[in-house]
């Protein structure tokens, strides 16, 4: 299930992503989190599975937030780092670059291993998670940019 932002611009991604068959989940970090934030945890202490963009409906562009790794804490859920990138793209110029793939292009999706984090980790050793996961998904965003190049 993915989580998408309720904004304006959320709603495009939502259109398109119910036409695959997503439920969708609205809310972000700025935008009804305590509703959203106990159906992702109800949703993965059941078994179920999230989709989130790591860097957050504000940004800084590829900068990890927190709330995934405190989710995976709560819930004991894996964190899986996933990445994808296509032969015929194009990158907006919006604040995070969202790329879009034009039609019929040739689409790769990489994932790294599964992670867990520590319940019992923390604040400073959430942190130093928090930077090592990111490092591993800026690395993956490489390495699927680096497959049609």
């Known amino acids: 299930m993915p989580l998408v932002s309720p904004s304006r611009d ?4 939502a259109q398109i992503v119910s036409r695959w068959g997503y ?3 609205r809310g972000s970090s700025s ?6 934030w106990n159906e992702m945890k109800r949703l993965l202490l059941e078994g179920g599975e999230l989709i989130i963009v790591p860097d957050g409906p504000r940004g800084p562009d590829r900068k990890l937030k927190a709330g995934c790794l405190k989710l ?3 819930s004991g859920a894996y964190l899986v780092p996933f990445s994808f990138s296509a032969a015929r793209k194009k990158f907006l110029s919006s604040w995070d670059k969202f790329l879009l793939f ?3 292009s040739k689409v790769v999706a990489i994932y790294g291993q599964p992670l867990t984090i520590d319940p019992q980790l923390g ?3 959430l942190e130093k998670e928090r930077q090592r ?4 998904m ?12």
């Open 123 to 125: 604040e400073d050793e």
């Open 10 to 13: 959320g709603e495009i991604v």
């Open 133 to 136: 996961v990111e490092s591993l």
């Open 102 to 104: 034009y039609p019929f």
């Open 31 to 36: 935008h009804s989190i305590i509703r959203a």
């Open 138 to 149: 800026n690395e993956l965003d490489k390495e699927a940019d680096r497959y049609f190049s």
């Open 72 to 74: 995976a804490q709560e």
């Open 23 to 25: 439920r969708i989940l």
